[in-house]
T-cell receptor
């Protein structure tokens, strides 16, 4: 199956700093990538949809100025959490899709803000 | 908008016993349906998916799921559970336009007792 790689797997940052998470499709071109967030003991919630070369579409309640998404190429999307605070600590996971029927998930990034 | 209900938060079964995890969805047409498994701190692994055709779908690790349109359900089953199946299971739906954009259920945590 298609492989999606996320980096880093885990990151600890200080409150007020920014952190970037990368999502790469290794063996296919991803026209669309999705970013989800999973708080402890909760389900995954879609944050935003990014299409290559276009601005991301954010779900209701997600601050676009705080969670910057860039999808500059068909194999890479990045999520930058700006001015991170402890409440942003979560598990962030991306998925990538070449069509519109199935997306493939990365392994996730555990963000801890201290 | 579509929604997914997994009514069981926790399920405990004995090793070797059969398993059924419930999933009900709300959508105006037949959605794309998925089951994923997540081990603690890990990403998502796709167990199986339903797009169309045969309503009984076979997946990996001996899992199967049956799509029942009349009940808006997509329950996951396994005839004999192994201790390694202990994990959290998520049912997800994608609509017919953006099948790769998923709405997840709350998840069911499976515990296996020996």
């Amino acid at each position: 199956g298609a492989v999606v790689s996320q980096h880093p797997s885990w990151v600890i940052c200080k409150s007020g700093t920014s952190v970037k998470i990368e999502c790469r499709s290794l063996d296919f071109q991803a026209t669309t990538m999705f970013w989800y967030r999973q708080f402890p003991k909760q389900s995954l919630m879609l944050m935003a949809t990014s299409n290559e070369g276009s601005k991301a579409t954010y779900e209701q309640g997600v601050e676009k100025d705080k969670f910057l998404i860039n999808h500059a190429s068909l194999t890479l999307s990045t999520l930058t959490v700006t001015s991170a605070h402890p409440e942003d600590s979560s598990f962030y996971i991306c998925s990538a899709s070449a069509g519109n029927t199935e997306a493939f998930f990365g392994q996730g990034t555990r963000l801890t803000v201290v | 908008a579509q929604s997914v209900t997994q009514p069981d938060i926790h399920i405990t079964v004995s090793e070797g016993a059969s398993l059924e995890l419930r999933c009900n969805y709300s959508y105006g047409a037949t959605p794309y349906l998925f089951w994923y498994v997540q081990s603690p701190g890990q990403g998502l692994q796709l167990l199986l998916k339903y797009f169309s055709g045969d309503t009984l779908v076979q997946g990996i690790k001996g899992f199967e799921a049956e799509f029942k349109r009349s009940q808006s359900s997509f329950n996951l089953r396994k005839p004999s559970v192994h201790w390694s199946d202990a994990a959290e299971y998520f049912c997800a739906v994608g609509d017919r336009v953006y099948g790769n954009k998923l709405v997840f259920g709350a998840g069911t945590i499976l515990r296996v007792k020996s």
